[in-house]
């Protein structure tokens, strides 16, 4: 059942971008799917859970391929896991995550909408993308009833051999009862998807391949439908981390959790060995542009990571707020002068009146994780105040370091800047 797409060469025009551009990682039948893709308008599915208020650049290879897909004339269909998200996913953990409330996950469904409305054209057409919610129909179960009739489906053998739950038990954590049906319900809202809208087609990250076989079995058994399934590849950092994390913390894709200035940051400090990749994935460049700018070397690499940047953030943000935020660091860096527009955070005055160490305040503004990462910082040469090297990481930091613009302007290194103003 598993197929990769080393030595398939696909005539879909969505297959063959999703190979061209190192998307795929595993698919269910390559042949079945492209041959699907190639005849009909197919409408293709991945879910999201309401985990937070927003998603961050780690599910960004998931909702670039639903636009690509949709691109491509496809239709994409964004499954919130409003039902879901109650268990929480266990695939990847060690532990469970904590319970929500229904508001609290209507909220996070709400923040998390506004990502896809910048990457997707939602509508009634045959290629307009829709959103459903999984509480549409999981709410309505009746538990003994699905129980017997989905139930029958899936034996405690085999799903003991899935990762999410392997992983779980040889690290003697314990994985509730609860958390074990999540399996179950995510492959029936692929079968019902099948039903409703005729959705044929699931993707998602490595580490759903498990889930998403379980829904392509389902189907296939109570149906008899056709259906596929594709996973990308792990996306990580060249050192090693993965997706989403920085020193600062989520990468959010909303500009209320974290700014387009912070956004184009992070892809403007991507690594020398990472930028063709994420040319690939995070942008909409052509792969003969892209073949140009990856072979650069030395200094001149630092132009393709700006247009990195300022792709990935006018996608996500607007062209307007891409211009901005280069022209900001322009200004930050090159020019050495405070601008206006670089990420602020408060310090309730008295706070600054009576001292705060350059540690602690350092920590606070979330450029460096704790205070022993700042004294490391510190000692290494590579944090400013106000453009100068600081030599003590126990420095009171006071109303006095307040420059004329009334704010303190704090440096990690020569590409994070935040400014700190008193409330």
């Known amino acids: 059942m598993t197929e990769t797409a080393e030595n398939f060469h696909p005539k879909s025009s969505f297959l063959s971008v999703m190979k061209e551009r190192g998307y795929i990682h595993q698919c269910t039948d390559m042949e079945g799917l492209d041959k699907a893709l190639e005849e009909k308008i197919v409408p293709a599915y991945i879910g999201f859970d309401c985990t937070a208020k927003s998603l961050h650049v780690g599910s960004l290879v998931q909702i670039m391929m639903l636009r690509h897909l949709q691109k491509t004339g496809h239709k994409p269909i964004v499954l919130m896991g409003g039902g879901t998200t109650r268990i929480g996913d266990p695939t990847g953990r060690d532990e469970s995550r904590a319970m929500l409330t229904d508001e609290q996950i209507q909220e996070n469904m709400d923040g998390i909408r506004k990502v896809f409305e910048k990457y997707l054209t939602f509508g009634d057409g045959p290629s307009d993308a829709i959103m459903v919610n999984n509480a549409d129909w999981l709410d309505e179960l009746k538990y003994i009833e699905f129980l017997r009739d989905m139930g029958t489906h899936f034996t405690i053998n085999r799903m003991l051999t899935f990762e999410s739950v392997k992983l779980r038990l040889e690290r ?8 074990f049906n999540y399996m179950i319900l995510q492959a029936y809202d692929f079968l019902e998807l099948n039903r409703s809208q005729g959705c044929c087609f699931q993707m998602g990250g490595s580490d759903q391949w498990g889930n998403i ?4 079995e389902l ?13 990308t590849p792990l996306v990580t950092l060249a050192n090693g981390q993965k997706m989403g994390k920085s020193l600062g913390g989520a990468i959010w894709l909303n500009d209320d959790m974290l700014s387009p200035y912070d956004f184009w940051q992070f892809w403007r400090n991507t690594d020398d060995a990472d930028v063709g990749r994420f ?5 909409e460049l052509s792969l003969d542009e892209i073949e140009k700018l990856e ?9 393709a990571k700006k247009i990195l940047a300022n792709e990935a953030t006018k996608m996500c943000h607007g062209e307007d707020a891409a211009r901005a935020a280069e022209e900001t660091a322009r200004k930050a ?9 670089l990420p602020k955070i408060t310090v309730p005055k008295a706070e600054l009146e009576a001292g705060i160490t350059f540690s602690d305040l350092f920590t606070l503004a979330g450029l460096a994780k704790s205070k022993g990462e700042a004294r490391r910082l510190v000692k290494g040469g590579g944090a400013r105040l106000n453009d100068e090297k600081v030599e003590d990481s126990e420095q009171l930091i006071t109303l006095d370091q307040l420059n004329e613009e009334g704010t303190i302007k704090l440096s ?5 800047h935040i400014l700190v103003e008193p409330a």
């Open 219 to 231: 189907t296939r058994r109570v149906d008899q439908k056709e259906v596929f399934g594709l996973t």
């Open 412 to 416: 990690a290194g020569k590409k994070r």
């Open 172 to 179: 003697e954590q314990p994985m509730t009862f609860l958390e």
């Open 333 to 341: 860096f090159e020019e050495k002068s405070l601008a206006a527009d």
């Open 279 to 283: 040319l690939r994935l995070f942008t």
């Open 295 to 303: 072979a650069l070397e030395g200094a001149e690499i630092n132009e």
């Open 213 to 216: 076989i379980n829904g392509v």
